[in-house]
């Protein structure tokens, strides 16, 4: 009876993979790939499901991440699954891998995979693990947590940590997604946790210790040969990284534009050229959105054919298809079952992706459920395509009900197929044993063509630590004619601990730029020790290649300012200071000595008169004023005093220099340089005080001026000020007047902002108590004024009563506290109760919608009405009504960190908060309760927290009853989510 169950069981087994290899047979009719190259499937279910990424180990063994709760919580019939790891093996060497064991399983949203040691790092945030099989079974007996800490968020389906790659520089780097939790090395206890908003990960896989780089990709990091970084998100579909944040950290006085930038030629808008039919659902979202009647950006009248789920980005490093094909930029768009495919191009000194297919795709399929989320390049130089598979790839979340009731969420959960598109003549060669090879063996593999030996066998090398290597590297670092194995080689050297000055001399010296540009980077730790090292960075200010001075321009930012290396700087700044790039490296390595290179930029015969020179002499005085030291400012001040350019031009650079002063430093510059400063100061002020008030000047030109007032004596403008303030005044003239008002630490201020209170419409008194509360003396003031019923109660939000009561003046809060204290209902619980009649009732959309514009819009934005400060609430109504009510009335019951309130005290005095909307290495931009942002510098900081509530305030039921609140939640309830800006 045994024998005949399991000769049944196996029976059924092979009825199931039979089926399978059909049904995938199948799908490979439905591609369609660039003439030349053929499609093979290489694995597919039973052997695997859902598969996200993957990794190959040094033996040719692939270990697939399989990712089946993706859009479970939606499902109908939700089921507690979880993820695993598999390997998979080919057994008999056709390129076919037929066997599968599951190597870890029981995993919370596995995202990514890299092999090490005879082990794998597995992301599953919110932990990093390190899983191996000890016992040789195939199957890991030891899994510990190394990282901890990245967050996944909630009701979102994709992964926050992905795509673990192998890089130059000896360690695994990570594309961190959303992810802004605070992330901690668990084998160093001691370390303190680190934010990694926006950044990119990085970790030595012997130390366990971690750095942060720059990101901002959402899910794909591609890595090319030469080390440069790419990364990808749903309508974003190639970004570079332009730079390495840690060259900003060394510069406190920076603010630079984000890294990541869109490289694609058409960005989102590429025409992409889709075969497959389009699904009725997304056909019936484009109809309703161009009829008015579904709520969302109706791309142009069109349901497909454009970059919505960009994942996966990778560039092809193999040796098996043609040459032209190498460096080749791939892209999965799985809302559009292809892949596109770009070519890299040289702009500057960056790149541009153009499309490499005219009028096709790379590979597109006429099937709607091939979903290419991830790409490998495999052992055989072949290009691997993850096809998850799945009916649905868009988050669930983000289709309105009415839509997903007709789609099946986890319809293929069960399906995974991995293809490799390889050349029509291509022959299957022997899968490489590299765990066997000898050292000497695996030094020679860093000269192969294929990308995945020569990073392979880097690992293998850094794994071992076999000194028997030095000597072997460093002649390849010489003899090889292969310029990416001699930068390989330097790489393995200092991974060895042996990276010695005659190579690193040699390698600055190279004929490839490309090798140049790495030996750079490797030489600025010896900067300051070698007198040779420096002689010949600052010997290369004349090197004919722009992407090895960009690089110059950051690498001697580790040496001490000196004349010498000053005057490289400036020379850089002349030659290619056009390029915004070139401009920010030069800037990042002026902490000190921005002021000399004012100097010898603003004495040069053309450079201040030209557009460039005038943005540069710009930029650093900024700095020089942001640095605040008295010598550089000077140095600064004397040259514009001796400037031959036109009055208005030298107006602006004196300006930007005194902005970017510390309010106490600029008063007391101002002061002491009265008399030098009075022809230019006392024309800037007469001018300004007179278009200020010019009704009949274009509304920008005022706002200028008002800024300009700024740097007079609160003294001599007020009059200004307070005429501005008058009703008869436009709005955005008062708003920039109440602004404004807000950078002089005059008491006097206070008393204008109060007794102009009456006049004031409700937007203008939202500006100026920002204005009043970002002073603790001003605070004082406003809350003696509503003591005294000259400012009612009501005037001041919810959101900002909270937000006092958490004010850093201890006495300040006291006092808000009992000013309010019948704010603070006894319980919430008790007030959600009260409400839920409204549940129950049938409200009036358009009534809720007055109800969102004069209570909610302050901090929130829907169809066109509001400040986008809070969450974004167009996929709300996936909470269901009672989920809304609670969010409404008890918003403090479970606070996400990107919605909590914050306090930042300045140097200065001044007090802002509100929500971090964003941060870099040098800079927090902070999102206030009526809208605005404000970007500081972390140098002028002096203390950060959290207020520990949300942003979103309690009390909202003081303004609206139950009625108005069932209208309310009728509003919500009736939002249509918008799927095109979140599709993966």
């Known amino acids: 009876m045994r024998s005949l169950c399991l000769s049944l069981l196996t029976g059924a087994m092979l009825l199931q993979t039979a089926m399978a290899d059909e049904k995938a047979a199948d799908a490979l009719s439905s591609f369609q790939v660039k003439p030349g190259f053929r499609v093979e499937l290489v694995a597919s279910e039973p052997l695997l499901r859902d598969p996200v990424a993957l990794a190959f180990d040094e033996n040719g063994r692939m270990f697939v991440v399989e990712y089946p709760e993706y859009n479970q ?21 056709d390129g076919q891998y037929d066997k599968s064991t599951v190597f870890v399983s029981d995993l919370a949203a596995p995202s990514a995979v890299a092999c090490y040691d005879g082990g794998l790092f597995v992301a599953a945030a919110p932990d990093l693990l390190f899983c191996k099989d000890t016992d040789g079974d195939g199957r890991a007996d030891t899994r510990e947590v190394v990282f901890t800490g990245f967050r996944r968020l909630e009701n979102r389906t994709d992964p926050s940590l992905n795509t673990l790659l192998w890089g130059l520089d000896n360690r695994f780097h990570a594309c961190t997604s959303y992810s802004g939790s605070e992330v901690r090395a668990v084998k160093h206890p001691g370390e303190k946790a680190r934010s990694i908003r926006n950044r990119g990960f990085l970790f030595d896989p012997r130390t366990l210790h971690f750095a942060l780089s720059s990101g901002g990709g959402q899910h794909g990091l591609a890595i090319d040969d030469w080390g440069q970084e790419f990364l990808c998100s749903n309508s974003s579909p190639v970004k570079m990284l332009m730079y390495d944040d840690r060259y900003l950290a060394r510069n406190p006085y920076l603010k630079a534009p984000a890294p990541a930038v869109e490289i694609t030629e058409g960005g989102k808008h590429t025409q992409l050229f889709r075969i497959s039919p389009e699904e009725y659902w997304r056909q019936e979202r484009t109809r309703l959105r161009n009829e008015g009647k579904f709520r969302g950006s109706n791309e142009g009248g069109k349901s497909s054919g454009f970059f919505t789920a960009a994942t996966g980005v ?9 040459a032209e094909y190498r460096g080749s930029v791939f892209v999965g768009e799985p809302a559009n079952n292809l892949v596109f495919r770009g070519q890299l191009e040289p702009d500057g000194v960056g790149l541009v992706a153009r499309r490499a297919d005219a009028g096709r795709e790379f590979l597109a399929s006429m099937d709607t459920r091939f979903r290419p989320v ?3 390049n495999g052992p055989d130089g072949n290009l691997y395509v993850i096809d998850m598979n799945r009916d649905l790839i868009e988050g669930a979340m983000f289709l309105p ?62 794994e071992r630590q076999d000194q028997s290597a030095v000597p072997l590297l460093k002649q390849l670092a010489v003899e090889s004619d292969y310029p990416v194995a001699r930068m390989t080689a330097l790489y393995a050297l200092k991974g060895l601990e042996s990276l010695d000055e005659a190579s690193l001399l040699r390698a600055l010296k190279d004929d490839v730029p490309e090798v140049r540009v790495h030996a750079l980077r490797l030489v600025e730790q010896r900067v300051q020790e070698s007198k040779a090292v420096r002689d010949q960075l600052l010997a290369m200010g004349e090197d004919p290649a722009l992407k090895v001075r960009y690089q110059l321009a950051f690498s001697l930012g580790e040496l001490k300012s000196t004349t010498e290396r000053n005057a490289v700087l400036a020379s850089l700044a002349m030659r290619d200071g056009q390029d915004q790039w070139m401009e920010l490296a030069i800037l990042s390595s002026l902490a000190e000595g921005a002021g000399t290179v004012f100097q010898r930029l603003a004495h040069e015969d053309a450079y201040p008169r030209s557009q460039t020179g005038i943005r540069f002499l710009t930029a650093l005085a900024r700095q020089t004023g942001a640095a605040g030291r008295p010598q550089e400012t000077e140095v600064v001040l004397n040259s514009l005093l001796q400037w031959s350019a036109a009055q208005e031009q030298q107006a602006a650079v004196l300006l930007t220099l005194l902005a970017a002063q510390p309010e106490k430093t600029r008063r007391e510059f101002l002061n002491r340089h009265q008399a030098s400063l009075k022809p230019i100061m006392g024309r800037v002020l007469e001018e300004a005080r007179a278009a200020a008030l010019n009704t009949r000047l274009p509304v920008n030109q005022r706002l200028t001026a008002i800024k300009r007032l700024g740097f007079a004596p609160y003294a001599e403008v007020w009059d200004v000020f307070s005429e501005l303030l008058e009703p008869q005044q436009v709005n955005p003239v008062q708003v920039a007047a109440i602004v404004q008002l807000g950078q002089f630490p005059d008491q006097e201020i206070a008393a204008l902002l109060i007794s102009g209170w009456p006049k004031m419409t409700p937007e203008l008194r939202t500006k100026a108590a920002e204005t009043l509360l970002s002073r603790a003396a001003w605070s004082g003031a406003l809350i003696d004024a509503i003591e005294a019923g000259s400012i009612g109660r009501g005037d001041l939000s919810p959101a900002r009563v909270d937000l006092l009561k958490q004010h850093p003046d201890k006495r300040l809060a006291s006092r808000v506290k009992q000013l309010y204290a019948d704010r603070s209902l006894a319980r919430r619980d008790e007030v959600v109760q009260q409400y839920q009649s409204a549940l129950k009732t049938n409200g009036d959309v358009a009534s809720g919608k007055a109800v969102f514009k004069k209570v909610c819009s302050a901090c929130h934005r829907l169809e066109g009405v509001g400040t986008a400060v809070g969450a974004d609430l167009k996929a709300i109504r996936d909470r269901g009504k009672a989920g809304v009510l609670l969010h409404i009335l008890d918003p403090n019951r479970e606070v996400k960190p990107q919605y909590m309130s914050y306090t930042l005290v300045l140097e200065s005095g001044q007090v802002l908060s509100g929500m971090i909307a964003d941060e870099s290495v040098n800079s927090i931009t902070v999102r206030k309760p009526d809208g605005t942002s404000t970007t500081v510098l972390r140098i002028n900081i002096e203390e950060i927290r959290s207020s520990g509530l949300s942003f979103m305030p309690e009390g909202l039921e003081k303004q609206i009853d139950q009625r108005t609140m069932a209208d309310l939640l009728a509003y919500l309830m009736s939002l249509q989510a918008n799927a095109a800006n979140a599709v993966n």
């Open 374 to 376: 991830q790409f490998a």
């Open 401 to 462: 009900p009415e839509l997903l009731k007709k789609v099946n969420v986890n319809g293929g959960d069960q399906r995974g197929r991995i293809y490799r598109i390889v050349r029509e003549n291509f022959e299957q060669s022997p899968l490489p044993q590299l765990g066997k090879a000898t050292t000497a063996e695996l030094v020679r593999l860093l000269s192969h063509r294929n990308g995945w030996h020569r990073d392979t066998a880097a690992r293998l090398i850094y």
């Open 73 to 93: 919580q939606f499902a109908k019939d939700k089921q507690p699954v979880t993820g695993s790891v598999r390997m998979l093996e080919d057994t008999d060497g």
């Open 314 to 322: 990778t560039i092809y490093r193999g040796d098996a298809w043609p």
